[in-house]
């Protein structure tokens, strides 16, 4: 167990619906990072929050956002779903104080679009 | 080019055989190079950490970084039917306090070591 809890574990919508992802970091950590697992394109980094400020940003589609709040859990939101967004997304968390730190993931919430 | 390539396998070995995993990357930034073991339909674990060059070693596991070369090992030694799973390779640059630590991974090879 990583310690990064996410929820829910699987999830079927239809196309256009809108989805909320949701993660709690380890204890401690104050970085939350998104990525999406599809067969094709392996893992890709979506995005970062530190201690509640975006970070870093990757290939995030403009239909996706997200946000960290005080506590430091983080949601994921998707909207306007279409068939190809159907994915593995985990959220990852770190210390992040400096070099040295590495990234723990979640079990993953599994995104099925109908 | 990528900026991480692995080869996808599918990779099958007969129990007890030594596995070679292999990564090459293009941005010589990367300073911390990662290996994640992912079960089936479940988040990567990491398995082995290092820092720069050289070599790191943790029971049956042996994870080899050449920054000249660009390209980074991970040797499993006894592989054990547990062992079949995909692994991954991740790199990052170092990063200053607060900065991001974002992972590059290679899209992974499938193992499967066979009783």
């Known amino acids: 167990d990583s310690g990064v809890t996410q929820t829910p574990k699987h999830l079927i919508t239809a196309t256009g619906q809108r989805v909320t992802l949701r993660c709690s970091p380890r204890?401690?950590?104050?970085?939350v990072y998104w990525y999406q697992q599809s067969l094709d394109q392996g893992l890709q980094f979506l995005i970062q929050y530190y201690n509640g400020e975006e970070r870093a940003k990757g290939n995030i589609l403009e239909r996706f956002s997200a946000q960290q709040f005080p506590d430091l859990h983080s949601e994921l939101n998707l909207s306007s779903l279409e068939l190809g967004d159907s994915a593995l997304y985990f959220c990852?968390?770190?210390?992040?104080?400096?070099?040295?730190?590495?990234?723990?993931f979640g079990e993953g919430s599994w995104l099925t679009v109908v | 080019q990528k900026e991480v390539e692995q080869d996808p396998g599918p990779l099958s070995v007969p129990e007890g055989a030594i596995v070679s995993l292999n990564c090459t990357y293009s941005?010589?930034?990367?300073?911390?190079f990662m290996w994640y073991r992912q079960y089936s339909r479940k988040g990567p674990e990491l398995l082995m950490y290092?820092?720069?060059?050289g070599n790191k070693e943790d029971g049956r596991f042996t994870a080899q970084v050449d920054k000249s070369s660009k390209y980074i090992s991970l040797f499993i030694r006894d592989s054990q039917p547990s062992d079949s799973a995909t692994y991954l390779c991740?790199?990052?640059?170092?990063?200053?306090?607060?900065?991001?630590?974002?992972?590059?991974f290679g899209k992974g090879t499938k193992l499967t070591v066979n009783p």
């Open positions: 991740a790199m990052r640059p170092r990063s200053s306090q607060g900065g991001s630590e974002k992972l590059v």
């Open positions: 990852a968390s770190s210390v992040d104080r400096g070099s040295g730190n590495t990234i723990y």
């Open positions: 204890s401690g950590d104050l970085s």
């Open positions: 941005n010589s930034a990367f300073q911390y």
């Open positions: 290092t820092y720069s060059s």
